[in-house]
């Protein structure tokens, strides 16, 4: 079982940045891709970026070129960091690992995007 805490959400101004972080609980972390999710009211949720054991990436159209995933697997950590931000950005953000058939979730946190 791997545990996934996510932090630094919170309520930015349109235009402005955030850094989202996401700690797995134990060791064999390098083996995942790692993902982060986004859920906005009303809406399915949908992958933003992902990162592969080996470094490669890839995003949602909708954020390519404003958002970068990143992941440090000494720290157990992934990263995403959010510039240019949008309106349409406001969602519950939930970081995910995935190996095979293990498949695990943090409990998500909230990006509020607004003037």
């Known amino acids: 079982q791997v545990q996934l805490v996510e932090s630094g959400g919170g309520l930015v101004q349109p235009g402005g940045s955030l850094r989202l972080s996401c700690a797995a609980s134990?060791?064999?972390?390098?083996?995942?891709?790692m993902g982060w999710y986004r859920q906005a009211p009303g809406k399915q949720r949908e992958l933003v970026a992902a990162?592969?054991?080996?470094?490669?990436?890839n995003y949602a159209d909708s954020v390519e070129g404003r958002f970068t995933i990143s992941r440090d697997n000494a720290k157990k950590t992934v990263y995403l960091q959010m510039n240019s931000l949008k309106p349409e950005d406001t969602a519950v953000y939930y970081c995910?690992?995935?190996?095979?058939?293990?498949?695990?979730w943090g409990q998500g946190t909230q990006v509020t995007v607004s003037s």
């Open positions: 134990r060791s064999g972390f390098r083996i995942y891709t």
């Open positions: 995910n690992a995935i190996y095979g058939t293990r498949d695990y």
């Open positions: 990162i592969t054991s080996g470094g490669s990436t």
